[in-house]
């Protein structure tokens, strides 16, 4: 396998602005932003430039960061540097690293393509307004050709071999390397032309799937990470509204309550004949509750009944209550500190305590997404995405 394309970033590098002692309200230099070309060289640090970032992190998807600079500004910078700036505009091709300080060390956070650019020019300047997806965002637009069978092997070894299997192709080289590989549990899988990504996700998705990433390592290698279950409970982590939260949103949804769910399956043979499977589970208590509701999902290729099973019975646990969502704005000056005392994954314990309405919400909830965001004046904003869905 080629060398990374991140081959050129030493950790070195990335420590590169003053130590502070702790968050404050004001947070300038806490971020830096740096620019690689798809060989892995280093274009610049551009956090001088960078405007209205905001960077969202997912679990079990791909993150987003985006961020605007002025016309006028960039073209200042690249003429300092001695840059052409159409290799620092240019977008599919270049790569951005961002690191935030995390215990007194500047830990990258993002690493991703820089994949649009929008320019708006009025009264002789005006900004462009870059978005970015983290890698692995290319297997979106890659597929397993012809036809792949798995059985009984162990879902995060499918995972990894499909990862292989989408840079095996001409000019399809990510230098994405398996890194974190934790046990899951043995599938069976059939797939025919399917989409990479997909496969992934939906490995992820079905009843004990595992949790996945794509994340830069302390090598500045882009890594797949398998994980049996991101994260920890940590029963200290707890956000209070209104204590140490700003405000917080409450989603209470029961339009995807799924108490009995059928599931089916089309089985394409080698010989081209088709084979049709089906399995049902359901929830007699959800029923007395909410009434019936029913589900019917379909998937293609699952060769194997009691994987078929399975997927109708992931849908139960999830779908047979009402799926809350908490969205949570964070004072990033107190504690609990995003990175020191709880990330993506992490199951924390929340509650509103000043309406009797909202007690019923109080309880564990697990970490789905994590956006950061700075004003005009470098102040930090974090918010929280939470749900009862584990």
Not at 207 to 213: H, L, P, R, S, V
Not at 318 to 346: A, C, M, W
Request: glycine letters at 6%.
């Amino acid at each position: 396998m080629a060398s990374h394309i991140f081959r050129n970033i030493k950790m070195s590098e990335l420590l590169t602005i003053p130590l502070q002692t702790g968050l404050t309200q004001n947070l300038a230099g806490l971020y830096t932003y740096k620019l690689f070309n798809r060989a892995g060289t280093k274009l610049g640090e551009i956090q001088g430039m960078v405007k209205a970032p905001h960077l969202t992190l997912k679990r079990n998807d791909i993150s987003e960061f985006s961020f605007n600079v002025d016309i006028q500004q960039i073209h200042i910078w690249a003429a300092q540097q001695q840059i052409d700036i159409t290799t620092i505009v240019d977008t599919g091709k270049n790569y951005i690293v961002v690191t935030r300080l995390v215990n007194n060390d500047q830990v990258p956070i993002f690493a991703g393509v820089i994949a649009s650019a929008a320019h708006k020019l009025e009264d002789l300047g005006g900004d462009i307004a870059f978005k970015c997806f983290g890698f692995g965002w290319e297997l979106k637009y890659r597929f397993a050709e012809g036809i792949l069978r798995y059985d009984q092997v162990d879902a995060g070894a499918i995972a990894n071999d499909l990862v292989a299997r989408s840079q095996s192709m001409p000019n399809a080289e990510e230098n994405i390397i398996a890194g974190i590989t934790q046990p899951t549990q043995k599938r069976d899988r059939g797939y025919q032309d399917k989409n990479i990504y997909d496969a992934i996700k939906q490995l992820s998705e079905v009843i004990g799937g595992f949790d996945y990433e794509f994340k830069m390592n302390t090598q500045s290698e882009k890594q797949f990470n398998v994980y049996t279950s991101l994260g920890q409970t940590r029963p200290q982590v707890v956000f209070t509204y209104p204590s140490n939260i700003k405000s917080i949103g409450v989603d209470e949804d029961t339009t995807q309550i799924a108490n009995r769910v059928i599931a089916s399956s089309t089985v394409d043979s080698e010989d081209g004949s088709q084979e049709d499977l089906t399995a049902e589970s359901e929830d007699l208590q959800s029923q007395q509750l909410y009434g019936l509701r029913q589900a019917f999902v379909s998937f293609q290729n699952i060769t194997n009944l009691s994987t078929l099973q399975n997927h109708a019975d992931s849908y139960i646990p999830t779908y047979k209550k009402p799926i809350v969502v908490l969205s949570i704005s964070i004072q990033s000056n107190l504690s609990p500190r995003v990175f020191e005392h709880y990330n993506l994954g992490d199951t924390i314990y929340c509650q509103i305590t000043n309406y009797d309405l909202y007690t019923k919400y109080k309880g564990y909830y697990r970490i789905d997404q994590i956006d950061f965001s700075l004003d005009e004046n470098e102040t930090e904003t974090i918010d929280l995405k939470v749900s009862n869905v584990g």
